[in-house]
């Protein structure tokens, strides 16, 4: 699966953006996960074809997954951006339905999930 991700840019903490993962395909899960300069790569937000969602806590409340299946895209709706979630923003797909035991532990596997294409990211700089 090819994966474009756009949407990133510069925002003041408070603000809110709109992240989008454009896919040459349909895959039974995505995800949104993040990587801050010197810190791993996490899962944040995930969603499977039946719109099931899971979200990490850092995330609850504040950030909304939700997908197009008629255009293949995901969507990320960040509000109340704060400035620790300054990150490249990736989106995955899940060749395998690997996510299908548990969306959340698909999200929380590290260093990353297995059989899973990626995006080039887009970059999200959150200022105080």
């Known amino acids: 699966v090819q994966l474009e991700e756009s949407g990133g840019g510069s925002v003041h903490a408070g603000e809110s953006l709109t992240l989008s993962c454009a896919a040459s395909?349909?895959?039974?899960?995505m995800g949104w996960f993040r990587q801050a300069p010197g810190k791993a790569r996490e899962g944040i937000a995930a969603?499977?074809?039946?719109?099931?969602?899971v979200y990490v806590d850092s995330v609850k409340g504040r950030f909304t997954i939700s997908q197009d299946s008629a255009t293949n895209t995901l969507y990320l709706q960040l509000n109340s951006l704060e400035s620790n979630d300054t990150a490249m923003y990736f989106c995955a797909a899940d060749l395998r339905r690997v996510c299908g035991v548990s969306l959340i532990r698909w999200l929380e596997l590290q260093p990353a999930p297995p059989y899973t294409d990626w995006g080039q990211g887009t970059q999200v700089t959150v200022s105080s």
């Open positions: 969603i499977k074809r039946d719109g099931t969602t």
């Open positions: 395909s349909a895959s039974y899960c």
